[in-house]
């Protein structure tokens, strides 16, 4: 999550569904409590929306451990729902004994995926950088006793996110959610073997440097993804987001990166089933 931390947007209206893409996707990082989902009829329903213009699959994301309970419901209740659980760096004070025992519980779900969001905020000061670098440190730990990929949120701290994957050792597999650094930090995330994930704001007009970044990654470590209900892609910038939306950030990554949308869609869906380990949606 890279918006607000308790942003108010269920009296914001959704963006109109895009036209369908040719070949499906799977949004590889969004938020379905905090798109209004509540219960398995109000994720079969955005899993329909999403599904009517080719998102065959979500993995939905903890911000804190009310929310991690939750995800790891919801991807009980559909089959192409998956779950990450751990906690948003702005809420690492809340990391303690408890917490702890119960995310690994959690994450020893088969239907969770991935550990995290974790990493690193200097832009909300909810937790200190103290608490963030100790709960980021047990998050990588974690992701490498159970063998699952290390999601990250990176704001506003390129450098020391690096850095603390460097120092601690990382797991297989991470991965630099809703990407914010420029084609620099972008090649030295694919020299590291680190999975890169665009969202919406690679499509906003003054998004240069993640458009620079956008053409520096390969196939292979390259997704895509809504961090729904915040961050909705051009032209549709400040209105909810869901899944369904998804289409309009993969088609402006398509012309980002010059290739035929088809073949993109069929480049990241591969790269997000192999990187999380998802059966054939």
């Avoid at 369908?20 to 990082?29: E, S, T």
């Avoid at 998102?55 to 192409?80: E, K, Q």
């Avoid at 990493?119 to 699952?148: C, S, T, V």
């Avoid at 003054?206 to 915040?230: I, Q």
Wanted: aromatic share 6%; with cysteine; net charge negative.
């Amino acid at each position: 999550m890279t918006g607000e931390v308790h942003p108010a947007v269920a009296d914001r209206s959704l963006a109109p569904a895009p036209e369908p893409l040719p070949a499906p996707v799977i949004d590889a990082h969004t938020h379905l409590d905090a798109c209004g989902c509540t219960d398995a009829d109000d994720v079969a329903a955005a899993m329909a929306r999403a599904t009517a213009v080719g998102v065959r699959g979500v993995v939905t994301v903890a911000d804190d451990l009310a929310s991690a309970r939750w995800v790891v419901r919801a991807a009980g209740w559909h089959p192409a729902v998956f779950a990450a659980v751990g906690l948003h760096p702005t809420r690492a004070d809340k990391l303690d004994d408890a917490a702890r025992t119960e995310l690994e519980l959690l994450a020893a779900d088969p239907k969770v995926v991935a550990i995290g969001e974790t990493g690193l905020d200097y832009y909300w000061d909810y937790a200190g950088p103290a608490d963030q670098a100790e709960a980021f440190a047990w998050h990588i730990d974690l992701a490498k006793r159970l063998g699952k990929p290390l999601m990250i949120h990176d704001r506003d701290a390129h450098a020391d996110v690096l850095a603390m994957l460097r120092s601690e050792g990382p797991p297989d597999t991470v991965i630099f959610h809703c990407f914010s650094g420029d084609a620099a930090m972008a090649k030295e995330c694919v020299r590291a073997g680190y999975v890169v994930s665009f969202a919406g704001p690679v499509s906003f007009r003054n998004a240069r440097s993640l458009v620079e970044a956008a053409t520096v990654v390969p196939d292979g470590l390259l997704m895509v993804e809504t961090d729904a209900p915040f961050l909705t892609p051009h032209p549709f910038r400040g209105k909810r987001n869901e899944p369904f939306a998804l289409p309009y950030t993969v088609r402006a990554l398509a012309d980002i990166r010059s290739v035929a949308l088809d073949e993109l869609c069929n480049s990241v869906t591969l790269t997000t089933r192999n990187v999380y380990v998802l059966p054939d949606l």
